[in-house]
């Protein structure tokens, strides 16, 4: 594997020895050591690329948009911690679901994910909220149709 920060050398088969020194006497001896087979390398035209590129320009330590060393990647289910905690407010049931899901992913590898848990107990106390609403609803419809039945029959009597 080629250092990003090193300029481009050249195609060189995994097979083939490093081009720095031979793996075994004598070897440096052969003339096409390092140089890639017919029908390898850049095309006709193209020679190699200016000095500074690596095997993946804009890769690698150093790069732009590549993280520097030590640096640690967010841990799993932090995302969908986020996600859980929006769609509680959004979607309840959905948040309940996603948040679980991110609570789990978190708790393998030891993080403490607050959105996650806050994202599932907005969620189950929103769709808790609504169930009872609709509930309080159809006992609200339910009461005005009795009442409307009681109404209507002293009508009638009178």
Do not use: C, H
């Amino acid at each position: 594997m080629s250092d990003p920060q090193q300029p481009y050398e050249g195609y060189r088969p995994a097979d083939r020895p490093d081009p720095s020194g031979p793996a075994d006497p004598g070897a440096g001896d052969r003339p096409d050591q390092g140089a890639p087979p017919p029908g390898y390398g850049p095309p006709p035209g193209y020679g190699p690329p200016p000095p500074g590129y690596g095997a993946y320009p804009g890769y690698g330590y150093g790069q732009p948009g590549y993280p520097p060393p030590g640096y640690a990647p967010d841990p799993p289910g932090k995302v969908m911690g986020i996600v859980g905690f929006v769609l509680a407010f959004v979607v309840p049931p959905a948040g309940i679901v996603v948040s679980a899901i991110a609570l789990s992913d978190s708790k393998k590898v030891g993080y403490d994910n607050a959105l996650g848990k806050w994202g599932l107990w907005l969620s189950i106390a929103f769709t808790a909220g609504a169930f009872l609403a609709v509930i309080a609803y159809f006992g609200f419809i339910v009461a005005m149709m009795g009442m409307v039945a009681t109404t209507s029959e002293l009508a009638t009597t009178v």
